[in-house]
């Protein structure tokens, strides 16, 4: 079947614009996770989502950043005012539900944001 | 908070020797799992531990959870090219909102050398 859809892959654009990062996960798959991964580095956790509500956004590196997600499938990831830190791949995983998190997570591709 | 901390960060080995990342976590896990991330690639799920001093085996891949359930190990016996990547554990911590979520290890990348 199919997996976790993220678009795009690549975002190039200007500091202080916004962003809109897409991810479709696994159909029948009530958590979603967003990350962000940085050149060479680990996996920084930013949200999750049980159905459609985020119990925690501690992740999130500012105001800037905001997530949705509707009708428990697709979620997106918006970055007002875009920063150079910013830069990086953000991977969107997708999982069933997070009782006592021992469900495998499954990745998508991630979107590769890059700002001028 | 809680965190998962793995060591070595690198690991750079001839093709042919064995190689060990170690995962230590500053609380008891309930579970662990382990995930592969090849160059440009995104993490794969490799396998769960659940059990206190689980051992399991995948061909050349040996996965261990300590007897204390804070610890664990992957080893990679003879290691192929086709092992590079970067090898990350996750394990469930709870955030400061009491809230529960898969942390990721800070992971160990493996390069191999011809």
């Known amino acids: 079947g199919a997996g976790v859809s993220q678009s795009p892959s690549n975002k190039v654009t200007e500091k202080g614009k916004d962003v809109e990062l897409r991810c479709d996960p696994i159909s029948g798959h009530t958590a979603l996770y967003w990350y962000r991964q940085s050149l060479g580095q680990g996996l920084e956790f930013l949200i999750y989502f049980q159905g459609n509500s985020a119990p925690d956004k501690s992740g999130l590196p500012s105001d800037r950043f905001s997530a949705e997600r509707t009708g428990g499938s697709v979620s997106t990831l918006t970055i007002q005012r875009t920063q150079q830190e910013d830069s990086a791949v953000y991977l969107c995983?997708?999982?069933?539900?997070?009782?006592?998190?021992?469900?495998?997570?499954?990745f998508g591709d991630g979107t590769r944001l890059s700002i001028l | 908070g809680q965190q998962v901390m793995q060591i070595p960060q690198y690991q750079h080995v001839q093709e042919g020797e064995d190689f060990t990342t170690y995962c230590n976590s500053s609380?008891?896990?309930?579970?662990i799992q382990w995930y592969k991330q090849r160059p440009g690639g995104h993490p794969v799920f490799l396998i769960q531990l659940v059990k206190s001093g689980e051992v399991k085996k995948q061909k050349r891949l040996t996965f261990q959870f300590g007897e204390a359930k804070k610890n664990s190990s992957l080893h990679i016996t003879a290691t192929q090219t086709t092992d590079v990547g970067t090898y990350f554990c996750?394990?469930?911590?709870?955030?400061?909102?009491?809230?529960?979520?898969?942390?990721f290890g800070t992971g160990t990348r493996l390069t191999i050398i011809p």
């Open positions: 995983a997708s999982s069933y539900g997070t009782g006592r998190l021992n469900q495998p997570q499954h």
């Open positions: 609380t008891t896990l309930s579970n």
């Open positions: 996750a394990g469930p911590t709870v955030s400061n909102f009491g809230n529960e979520k898969l942390t």
